[in-house]
Nanobody
Framework: QGRLVESGGGLVQAGGSLRLTCVASGMITSVFNPYDWAWYRQAPGKQRELVASIGSPRSANYVDSVKGRFAISRDNARKRVYLQMDNLKPEDTAVYYC????????WGQGTQVTVGQ
């Protein structure tokens, strides 16, 4: 089934950028490709929320709060999903996770994004 491994988080000042990467480790491409993939985030004391999703073909959708600032993409050959985050705001601070849009897979450890003032 594969294991989800997220990376690319860090500490950045408001207005800065980060690029997150999710690797579906151990998953074969014929399994990876048909899924709609998504990035989620969970801020302290809040429920996990859907941030962005990408289908196959590559139609993307975003939560209103990140539209125009975040861009999701996928590389089917490398079984990777990316989240380019620009013009980051303090309210974007959270642990970011990837999964399928239907949350079919076991959650990974996530990657922490912290945005300072």
């Amino acid at each position: 089934q594969g294991r989800l491994v997220e990376s690319g988080g860090g500490l950045v000042q408001a207005g800065g950028s980060l690029r997150l990467t999710c690797v579906a480790s151990g998953m074969i491409t014929s399994v990876f490709n048909p899924y709609d993939w998504a990035w989620y985030r969970q801020a302290p004391g809040k429920q996990r929320e859907l941030v962005a999703s990408i289908g196959s073909p590559r139609s993307a959708n975003y939560v209103d709060s990140v539209k125009g600032r975040f861009a999701i993409s996928r590389d089917n050959a490398r079984k990777r999903v990316y989240l380019q985050m620009d013009n980051l705001k303090p309210e974007d601070t959270a642990v970011y996770y990837c999964n399928t849009l239907k949350q079919d897979l076991t959650w990974g450890q996530g990657t922490q994004v912290t945005v300072g003032q």
